[in-house]
Structure formats: C-alpha cells, structure tokens
C-alpha cells in the first residue's frame, strides 16, 4: 500500500507559477517512478510528467516541456512539479502517481496503481 498526499495548488493569474508536492508513505520511495497527472473539467486524465526513482530521467507531454519541472527528494519522500508560464488551459486538478509497472508504459494512467486525492490548480486569464 502507498499513500500519496498532494499540496499546492491554487488560483494564480497567467503567467504565475506555482509549485506542487506529493508525500508518499508506504512503500521504499526511491525505487519507483512518479507522475503526475491532471484532469480537467470534461476532459480524460491526461499524462503531464513523470521521473525515474534516481531522478536521472524525466518526461514531460508537449503541452508542458518547457514550463514545468519534475522533480524529486527521495529523502522527503517528496516528488515536486514547478509549474511556470501557466496558461488557462493548465486549469485541472492534478494527481500524483505511483507506476506499478517497473517504470514501463510511463504515460499511461493504467500502470499508475496509487493516486493521491487530487489538488486543484485554476489559472485565470
């Protein structure tokens, strides 16, 4: 069992920037990929980054490389995501994640097997 435990989020106006954090509990942090995730009214759940457990590799959905960043601190039990130059279209209630797969398939929400409850960020225009 995980448990997952996101903070965060908010109303920030375009153009701001805000920083996301998910505590895990449960399981040896430093073996397993993270992701995140978000999902806006209306919309699927969509892939937004992922990193590996040393933190050597990450990955990111076009629609974010550049402005957000995956990061992690396997001694907090901590993976972040700095999101800046936010546009509306980021507006979503984003999900931490653990992948169940062995670090395969990495953007697809079926092999993510833990999910922590959710943070909403809104961005206005």
């Known amino acids: 069992q995980v448990q997952l435990v996101e903070s965060g989020g908010g109303l920030v106006q375009a153009g701001g920037s805000l920083r996301l954090s998910c505590v895990a509990s449960g399981r040896t942090f430093s073996s397993i990929t993270m992701g995140w995730f978000r999902q806006a009214p209306g919309k699927e759940r969509e892939f937004v980054a992922a990193?590996?457990?040393?933190?050597?590799?990450?990955f990111y959905a076009d629609s974010v490389k550049g402005r957000f960043t995956i990061s992690r601190d396997n001694a907090k039990n901590t993976v972040y995501l700095q999101m800046n130059s936010l546009k509306p279209e980021d507006t979503a209630v984003y999900y931490c994640a653990v992948n169940t797969a062995s670090g395969l398939y990495i953007t697809s929400g079926r092999v993510y097997g833990y999910w922590g409850q959710g943070t909403q960020v809104t961005v206005s225009s």
């Open positions: 990193i590996r457990p040393s933190g050597s590799s990450t």
